[in-house]
């Protein structure tokens, strides 16, 4: 059991700091500031937030 948990742990612990990478490198490459992602119009990977 307690080898499931740690091993649940450290995969959303690392989901969570891809998403995270992704979202900054997404940001950066589009050229936004950090608080314009959420309602750019420019489609891409993100359009379903926006």
């Known amino acids: 059991m307690s080898r499931t948990a740690t091993r649940l742990t450290s ?3 690392a989901v969570g700091v891809a ?3 992704l979202v900054a490198a997404g940001g950066l490459a589009a050229g936004h500031s950090g608080d314009d992602w959420m309602h750019h119009h420019d489609g891409g990977m993100w359009a379903g937030l926006g």
Do not use: K, P
């Open 11 to 13: 995969v959303t612990l």
């Open 19 to 21: 998403l995270a990478l």
